[in-house]
C-alpha cells in the first residue's frame, strides 16, 4: 500500500492536496485508445470530471477530444492545446456569450437541448455569418439504475429532448438556416457498473435512427455520453476500468451505418482512479459512543460524500499499527462533511496521512472555498 505514495515526500507538503499518479492516467488513456481505435470509435474526454491544466493536458497529448459544459471549459480545453475541432459543447443552460465562444473558435459541434437554445444558436450564428454545427441531445428514457442525482436519461430529468417532442423539434430546425443538424447525443447517467443499461441505449437509438429515416435524416455522428463507472471498493486491483467490455457492447448492439462516426464522453472512467485526495490527521476524538478521526481536509475539498453518499476508500497510509473503527470527518461546520461512518482503518495517531483514493473524478473541480477555505494544491507523482 504504501509503495504507491511517496510519504517522505508529503510530509514537506502543505496539506491537503490531491495527489495524481500520471503513470495510471497514462495507462489508462493508452488502454482506452486501444479498445476505441478497434472500432473507430472517437473520445472526447469529459472535462467536467477532472479541469487540472496538467491532466488536461496530458490527455490531449493523447490525442482525445473534449467534451465541454462550459464556456470556462471550452477555454480550459483551448488553454490545454485541444483543436477546437476536437472540441464539443453541451449543456442545458447555455448563456450567449459561451455559445458566441464556442462560434467564434469554430468548434466542432454543439449538443443542442431545446428548441429556445436552437433558436438562439441559429440567431447568434446568423450574426456572426456562421454555420452552427449541432447534434440533438436526445433524453432516451432509459434508466441508468445508477444513484438519483447522477441520472439524466429519464423522461423527469431536465437533461435532452424528450421522445414525444422529437418531430416538433426537427420541424423547427427546417425553419433555421444557420444550423446544420449532423448529429444526435444521449447520456443516460454516471457511474453505470452494469452495462445493460448501455444496450438499452443502443436499441433505443436504433429506433430514433429509424424515425429519423422516415424524414430522410441520416446522422453522421452519433454520440453515447460517457458513464462508465470505475470501482471505488478496489481501487489497486481495477485501476483501469473493462474499455474492452464495454466498448464490444456498442460494437454489438450498435450497427454504425456508412459514413457514421460513433462518439463517447468518459469523464470518470479515465481520470477516477488516477487521483487520491491527501489529508493529515488533525485529531483523534472519543466520543462517548463513537472515535472519530477529524481531517484536515472537508467537503470542500472531495464534496461527492457528503453531495452523493458516495463511498470513497479510505487509507492511513503512515500507521502500521492494528485496525481500530472511527468515523472519518472534516473540519467543515456541517454535520454532513463526513468522509465515511464506522470504517476500519490503522489506528489512528494526530499528524497521521490518510489517502481518499479514487478522487481524481469530481474531486479536485469540485471544490469550493466555503469556511474561507483555500482551494486545494495538485501534485504528480512524475515531477515529485
Ligand atoms: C453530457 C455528459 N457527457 C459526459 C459526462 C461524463 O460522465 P462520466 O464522468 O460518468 O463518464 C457527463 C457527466 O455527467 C455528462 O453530463
Known amino acids: 500500500m504504501k509503495g504507491i505514495f511517496p510519504i517522505d515526500k508529503f510530509r514537506q507538503i502543505q496539506t491537503p492536496f490531491y495527489f495524481y499518479n500520471t503513470e495510471l492516467l497514462r495507462e489508462t488513456l493508452k488502454n482506452i485508445n486501444t479498445e476505441a481505435n478497434k472500432y473507430n470509435y472517437h473520445i472526447h474526454y469529459a472535462v467536467k470530471a477532472n479541469a487540472n491544466p496538467r491532466i488536461l493536458s496530458i490527455i490531449r497529448e493523447q490525442g482525445l477530444g473534449a467534451d465541454c459544459v462550459s464556456g470556462g471549459e471550452i477555454q480550459a480545453a483551448l488553454n490545454a492545446g485541444f483543436p477546437s475541432e476536437k472540441i464539443v459543447f453541451a449543456g442545458v443552460g447555455k448563456a450567449d456569450w459561451e455559445i458566441n465562444l464556442g462560434l467564434d473558435k469554430n468548434i466542432f459541434c454543439f449538443n443542442a437541448e431545446s428548441i429556445p437554445e436552437l433558436e438562439v444558436i441559429n440567431e447568434l450564428a446568423t450574426a456572426k455569418g456562421k454555420i452552427a454545427r449541432v447534434a440533438l441531445r436526445i433524453n432516451p428514457e432509459v434508466n441508468a439504475h445508477t444513484h438519483h442525482h447522477i441520472t439524466t436519461g429519464l423522461k423527469e430529468n431536465k437533461f435532452g429532448i424528450n421522445l414525444d417532442q422529437l418531430d416538433k423539434v426537427l420541424d423547427c430546425l427546417e425553419t433555421l438556416a444557420s444550423v446544420q443538424l449532423i448529429g444526435i447525443h444521449f447520456h443516460i447517467g454516471s457511474q453505470l457498473t452494469d452495462l ?143 468522509f465515511a461512518k464506522q470504517i476500519d482503518l490503522n489506528k489512528t495517531h494526530r499528524g497521521d496521512f490518510v489517502a481518499i483514493r479514487s478522487a481524481g473524478a469530481y474531486g479536485e473541480i469540485m471544490a469550493s472555498q466555503y469556511n474561507c477555505r483555500q482551494l486545494p494544491q495538485s501534485y504528480f507523482s512524475d515531477l515529485l
Open 196 to 338: 445493460e443499461p448501455f444496450q438499452a441505449l443502443c436499441n433505443r437509438v436504433i429506433e430514433i435512427q429509424q424515425q429519423l429515416a422516415k424524414r430522410k435524416i441520416t446522422v453522421e455522428h452519433i454520440n453515447f455520453g460517457g458513464g462508465l463507472g470505475i470501482d471505488y471498493d478496489h481501487p489497486n486491483r481495477n485501476s483501469i476500468p473493462d474499455f474492452k467490455e464495454y466498448f464490444e457492447v456498442f460494437h454489438k448492439h450498435f450497427p454504425v451505418l456508412p459514413n457514421q462516426q460513433v462518439h463517447f464522453e468518459p469523464g470518470r472512467s479515465i481520470v477516477g482512479q488516477c487521483g487520491s485526495l491527501i489529508s493529515k490527521v488533525l485529531y483523534v476524538k472519543e466520543g462517548s459512543v463513537k472515535k472519530f478521526v477529524v481531517l484536515d481536509a472537508g467537503f470542500t475539498e472531495l464534496i461527492r460524500p457528503a453531495f452523493y453518499e458516495a463511498y470513497h476508500k479510505i487509507e492511513n497510509i503512515s500507521s502500521e499499527e492494528p485496525q481500530e473503527t472511527y468515523d472519518v470527518v472534516g473540519p467543515i461546520c456541517e454535520s454532513s462533511d463526513c
